[in-house]
């Protein structure tokens, strides 16, 4: 079903031009590929287990190519692609989330040669020992950058796995905050200290978005022996239990775009946290801004967007990766907030981010998942192609696809 929903939708210099039911299965994590003039978008899902590839040529016209089965029991909701080569990552599930504890799960990374770009090939499969990993980052080469568990430690750690060989990947580096290696009598980690949204690798710099423990800066100069440079923490007054989710960095400007993780409905926690970090001298990051706060729009049956229902705030933010199928903009910064769908920030100047578009998907009609609890919007992920459009996936549509105005992309 390619139709829009029916429903009400909010929008501001963003236009819909297309959407995709994904045959009920809600999409999670997004990446693009383009490749002999043909795009695709590879869509790891929320609620069932696998991935789908979706040729979005024509942005218009999506066309579902194939559904790839997952391993049962397990988390399949996390996608890299690059260098032609596909990583997803593998997680045992929660029980609040529908995972059964008295099953066995897979866990870790399968790599996938891409070779044909409609039929992944499955090469190799890293594992780490532990409950798997659950936000990657690979924008190509050998190496592959993982948001994981680990033996003995509490919490997810960085680990930074050489995947030359597909076949037998091998980790050859690996990172925590003090206090998280248990087996190895430390303690003392600042509350909620786990590596959630993925690290982000710039150079001989990787961007950790450490929760509770802030945002961590590594000198990764050396793989074997990863450094700390300098870390940045928001909790409290914000929310500690995702207090820092996404750490994006704007390497021209010196800035980094980070932010929290909404997790109760109806606002029932701390306020979240969604900012700009100044990393000019990067052994002291300040913060210059905090983005503006997403209003409820005109018309709309509630006064603030706590009042409609489910999660509002922060999720996921946009992140190029130095992939040339990505936009790649230092002034304008896209990111979910769950019931608040996408908002669009100019970031021009830092001191002063100003919202510029959204798009508020309606409420979904029908339920495909757990969450949330009331039926509202819960716009998740979004990736921006280099021509300009914007996926958005949800707990309980399929993806859409928007457009920003010509105002906002001059």
Same mark, same amino acid.
């Given at each position: 079903m390619n139709a829009f929903p029916r429903g009400e939708s909010w929008r501001q210099n963003v236009e819909l031009v297309g959407y995709h039911d994904l045959d009920a299965k809600p999409a999670f994590k997004l990446q693009i590929l383009e490749t002999g003039g043909r795009w695709y978008l590879y869509i790891a899902h929320l609620w069932h287990r696998g991935w789908s590839i979706v040729e979005v040529t024509d942005p218009t016209a999506p066309k579902l190519v194939r559904f790839i089965d997952g391993p049962p029991n397990t988390w399949t909701l996390q996608i890299q692609v690059?260098?032609?080569?596909?990583?997803?990552?593998? !997680?045992?599930?929660?029980? #609040?989330?529908?995972?059964?504890?008295r099953k066995g799960y897979e866990e870790g990374i399968y790599i996938w040669d891409l070779s044909d770009p409609e039929d992944p090939v499955r090469r190799g499969h890293f594992k780490t020992g532990a409950t798997g990993t659950h936000r990657n980052y690979y924008d190509g080469g050998r190496y592959a950058h993982l948001t994981a568990g680990a033996p003995g430690y509490e919490g997810r750690i960085y680990r930074i796995v050489d995947i030359g060989d597909p076949e037998v990947p091998a980790e050859v580096g690996r990172w925590w905050v003090p206090g998280q290696w248990k087996a190895g009598g430390e303690s003392g980690a600042p509350?909620?200290?786990?590596?959630? @949204? @993925? &690290? $982000?690798? !710039?150079? #001989?710099?990787?961007?950790?978005? $450490?929760?509770?423990?802030?945002?961590?800066?590594?000198?990764?100069?050396? $793989?074997?022996?990863?450094?700390?440079?300098? @870390?940045?923490?928001?909790? &409290? &007054?914000?929310?500690?239990?995702? @207090?820092?989710? +996404?750490?994006?960095?704007?390497?021209?400007?010196?800035?980094?775009?980070?932010?929290? !993780?909404?997790i109760r409905e109806n606002c029932d926690e701390?306020?979240?946290?969604?900012?700009?970090?100044?990393? +000019?001298? #990067? #052994?002291?990051?300040?913060?210059? +801004?905090?983005?503006?706060?997403?209003?409820a729009p005109p018309?709309?049956?509630?006064r603030n967007f706590c009042e409609f229902g489910g999660r509002f705030g922060p999720h996921n933010q946009h992140q190029p990766q130095h992939q040339r199928a990505l936009l790649d903009r230092d002034d304008l910064l896209f990111m979910t907030w769950f019931n608040a769908g996408l908002r669009i920030f100019d970031i021009s100047d830092p001191v002063m981010p100003r919202e510029v578009g959204y798009f508020v998907p309606p409420v979904p009609r029908q339920r495909r998942g757990i969450f949330p609890k009331t039926m509202t919007p819960q716009s998740e992920d979004l990736i921006v192609d280099a021509r300009g459009n914007i996926y958005i996936s949800d707990k309980n549509h399929g993806v859409y696809i928007v457009r920003p105005s010509d105002e906002i992309m001059h």
């Open positions: 690059a260098d032609g080569r596909m990583i997803t990552g593998l !997680e045992q599930i929660p029980a #609040e989330w529908g995972g059964d504890p509350p909620f200290s786990s590596l959630h @949204g @993925g &690290p $982000y690798v !710039e150079g #001989e710099r990787a961007y950790l978005p $450490y929760r509770g423990a802030g945002m961590v800066i590594l000198d990764i100069s050396d $793989y074997a022996k990863p450094k700390f440079v300098s @870390g940045f923490r928001v909790s &409290p &007054p914000f929310m500690a239990l995702f @207090g820092i989710h +996404s750490a994006i960095p704007f390497p021209s400007r010196r800035l980094v775009a980070a932010n929290s !993780e909404a701390a306020l979240c946290f969604a900012g700009l970090v100044d990393v +000019s001298k #990067e #052994e002291a990051p300040r913060l210059v +801004s905090i983005l503006p706060t997403p209003a018309g709309a049956p509630f």
